[in-house]
């Protein structure tokens, strides 16, 4: 059974191997280290097996960062992580590399539309698409 729960600090090893694993520029360790506060882990039973970052200011919500362990693919882990996050009082705010049709797909699946693009946003000089989710969509 899956079940989501704020990061502690004994999680963040775990999250920052499943950052590694998920993109070709990961964060480093300390970055969650700095930010615990932001991230909510999905457990299957006691395994780690995927992670959300959000940030709030005011009414609206950045999610800063979202991964899901490589063996637990394909069985709506994610879909359970933006679930649990969104919510119908916020704008969600979200970066998505241009490249990265899938992940743009199922954002658009829970209202996210791309309004913007950020010029060479990742560390490999490649754009990234700001999508936003208003309340109610």
């Given at each position: 059974m899956?079940?989501i729960?704020?990061?502690?600090?004994?999680?963040?090893?775990?999250v920052?191997?499943?950052?590694?694993?998920?993109f070709?520029?990961?964060?480093?360790?300390?970055?969650f280290?700095e930010?615990?506060?932001?991230?909510?882990?999905?457990?299957d039973?006691?395994?780690?097996?995927?992670?959300?970052?959000v940030?709030k200011?005011?009414?609206?919500?950045?999610?800063?960062n979202m991964?899901?362990h490589?063996?637990?693919?394909g069985q709506?882990?994610?879909?359970?992580?933006m679930?649990h996050?969104l919510?119908?009082?916020?704008?969600f705010?979200?970066?998505v590399?241009?490249s990265?049709?899938?992940?743009?797909?199922?954002?658009e699946?829970?209202?996210?539309?791309?309004?913007?693009?950020?010029?060479?946003?990742?560390?490999?000089?490649?754009?990234?698409y700001?999508?936003?989710?208003?309340?109610?969509?």
């Amino acid at each position: 059974m899956i079940t989501i729960t704020p990061m502690k600090d004994k999680d963040i090893p775990v999250v920052a191997e499943i950052e590694r694993l998920s993109f070709n520029f990961p964060k480093p360790e300390a970055i969650f280290r700095e930010d615990e506060h932001k991230y909510l882990v999905a457990r299957d039973g006691d395994k780690i097996v995927g992670y959300i970052g959000v940030e709030k200011v005011l009414d609206e919500t950045h999610i800063i960062n979202m991964a899901v362990h490589p063996d637990y693919r394909g069985q709506d882990i994610g879909k359970r992580l933006m679930q649990h996050v969104l919510n119908d009082e916020d704008v969600f705010f979200l970066e998505v590399r241009v490249s990265n049709e899938k992940a743009k797909n199922i954002y658009e699946k829970y209202g996210f539309r791309a309004i913007n693009m950020r010029q060479s946003y990742y560390a490999d000089g490649e754009d990234a698409y700001v999508m936003r989710r208003l309340p109610g969509e």
